[in-house]
């Protein structure tokens, strides 16, 4: 393994966190990879131990990394820990998880980006960006919808088949994980209106129905934007659960 330097300038500990997250985003340690021993880390990285050590428990609460008792650390992967995970944001009325959702992709397209969504991605107006949404089901009603714009450039070969022929099991994120972008955090605000199929995409609810509206924007491991997402619930069978 060869030995990584530290950036010049930049603080031991910023270096070695942004070593380990670039490691990673360019596929050297994969997701579902066991990390090296914290002395191998020190080495490879040219700090002390108590410094990777700091670094991994940050990049372990960042849900970037997973520790396993009596095994050793792993890059986080989409792929091992099924359909749901931390991001998912919906529970019904009462509380209880909505266990699943049947979701039919309803378009997917090459298109080019808007001023809203450019600036939402920290890309240039005009870039080409893939457009997908996706209406939501629950026990046989509509729920909701997911809307979502990724950078083309960071998804060369993702295709309609992508989402399509996954396994029921297979999350979004676990797709993109595939099309090799690891997604780290979210930011995310919400908003509530009024359905307006006729303007944006509600996945089967109807005008005049009261919405909650989910804006995220998604981070990869090394914080670049990789998606502007909106998730759209019908606010009567539905509720937002950020914690």
């Known amino acids: 393994m060869a030995r990584t330097t530290a950036t010049p300038n930049l603080p031991l500990y910023v270096s070695v966190d942004r070593g380990i997250r670039e490691t990673i985003a360019r596929g050297e340690w994969r997701p579902g990879t066991q990390l090296p021993p914290l002395p191998a880390l020190?080495?490879?990285?040219?700090?002390?131990?108590?410094?990777?050590?700091r670094?991994?428990?940050?990049?372990?609460?960042?849900?970037?990394?997973?520790?396993?008792?009596?095994?050793?650390?792993?890059?986080?992967?989409?792929?091992?820990?099924?359909?749901?995970?931390?991001?998912?944001?919906?529970?019904?009325?009462?509380?209880?998880?909505i266990e699943r959702y049947d979701d039919t992709l309803e378009r997917f397209e090459v298109v080019r980006a808007g001023a809203a969504v450019a600036h939402e991605l920290g890309i240039e107006p005009e870039d080409w960006v893939i457009h997908w949404t996706r209406r939501m089901d629950v026990e046989g009603e509509p729920c909701g919808s997911d809307e979502a714009w990724l950078p083309r450039a960071l998804f060369p070969t993702l295709a309609p088949e992508d989402f399509l022929d996954r396994d029921p099991d297979v999350s979004i994120y676990a797709i993109y994980e595939r099309a090799g972008i690891l997604v780290g955090s979210v930011a995310e605000r919400i908003?509530?209106?009024?359905?307006?199929?006729?303007?944006?995409?509600?996945?089967?609810?109807?005008?005049?129905?009261?919405?909650?509206?989910?804006?995220?924007?998604?981070?990869?491991?090394?914080?670049?934007?990789?998606?502007?997402?909106?998730?759209?619930?019908?606010?009567?069978?539905?509720?937002?659960?950020?914690?």
């Open 191 to 243: 908003t509530a209106g009024i359905a307006d199929p006729a303007r944006e995409a509600c996945g089967g609810i109807a005008a005049g129905t009261t919405i909650f509206r989910l804006l995220r924007t998604t981070f990869d491991v090394c914080r670049r934007r990789v998606e502007f997402r909106i998730e759209r619930v019908d606010a009567s069978k539905a509720q937002i659960v950020l914690s």
């Open 42 to 53: 020190a080495e490879r990285f040219g700090c002390g131990v108590s410094t990777v050590r």
């Open 55 to 97: 670094v991994v428990e940050t990049l372990t609460d960042e849900n970037v990394l997973i520790a396993q008792q009596g095994k050793g650390i792993f890059v986080k992967s989409y792929l091992k820990h099924g359909y749901w995970n931390r991001f998912h944001r919906f529970q019904r009325l009462d509380g209880s998880l």
